[in-house]
Structures are given as C-alpha cells and as structure tokens.
C-alpha cells in the first residue's frame, strides 16, 4: 500500500523476545510513514494448548506496547468437531493469561464476540478482548476441514 505511505512486512524485528535476549520477530507489522500501527500475532492449534496459547498472546506486549489495537491469528488443525470447543478454551486461557499491568484483560467486557457479523461462516470464530484502552481481535481459522 506505498499509496497510502502503509508497508506490511512479516518477521519485522522490533521490540525484544520473549526471552529478552534479542529483538523480537513480530509475524506481520503494518507501518504507515515509519510509524507501527498494527501487529499480527499467529500460532497454530491443533487442541487445547494454555502454555502456547498464553506465550504468544503475551508475545505482543514485548515487541510494542505502544499500540492500541494487535490481532492474533489462531490456525486451527485438529478435528472439525472440536473447533469450537478449542475455540472456547483459547478465551478462556487469554482471560488467565497474566499480562503485564498496561495489558490487564478486563474481565467486565470479556470476550465480544464478533463471529455473528460475518453471515454464512462456519469455519472462522473472531471476538475482540479489551485490555485496558487496548483491543485484540482473535481470529481463529478452523483449517480441518
């Protein structure tokens, strides 16, 4: 989008890694002039998993703290029958995650679940959490089918 001054780029270095040794390798940055205005978080699920679930949602505090919204993209590969139970499972280890105090999850707003706006879509679950004034939006793809 070099119209608009936007630059997508994936495994952009910024921020530090999760074990603060070196930068982080963030899976897609937006920039618009220079400026980080979005990042991408992915991982891949095949079942219930709170440690994997957990490390990556919490990626995203160390590579840009300065954000006010990130996405997390959930590649779902198990079995076409547990979707949406896997699905339920990863909101529930994101509200347990412990996230630093600038990312507290706000467990009076929850999970806003946004999968009823996209009419005829069985294979994809979105949902936006507040942390603070910070949204994620999740997008989990269920790709077993």
Avoid: C
Avoid at 37 to 60: D, G, Y
Avoid at 64 to 77: H, N
Wanted: a positive charge; hydrophobic letters at 40%.
């Amino acid at each position: 989008f070099p119209v608009w001054g936007w630059e997508i780029t994936d495994q952009a270095r910024s921020g530090s890694s999760p074990t603060g040794i070196s930068a982080g390798e963030v899976d897609l940055l937006i920039t618009a002039a220079g400026n980080s205005i979005t990042l991408f978080e992915a991982l891949i699920l095949n079942r219930r998993s709170r440690l994997l679930t957990q490390k990556h949602v919490n990626k995203i505090t160390s590579y840009a703290s300065f954000l006010d919204r990130y996405y997390m993209i959930i590649y779902y590969t198990g079995t076409p029958s547990r979707f949406n139970t896997t699905w339920n499972n990863y909101k529930i280890d994101v509200a347990a995650t412990p996230f630093p105090a600038k990312f507290a999850y706000n467990l009076a707003k929850g999970f806003e679940d946004l999968s009823g706006k996209f009419v005829d879509v069985t294979s994809l679950r979105i949902a936006k959490s507040t942390h603070n004034t910070i949204e994620i939006y999740h997008i989990m793809i269920d790709l077993g089918r």
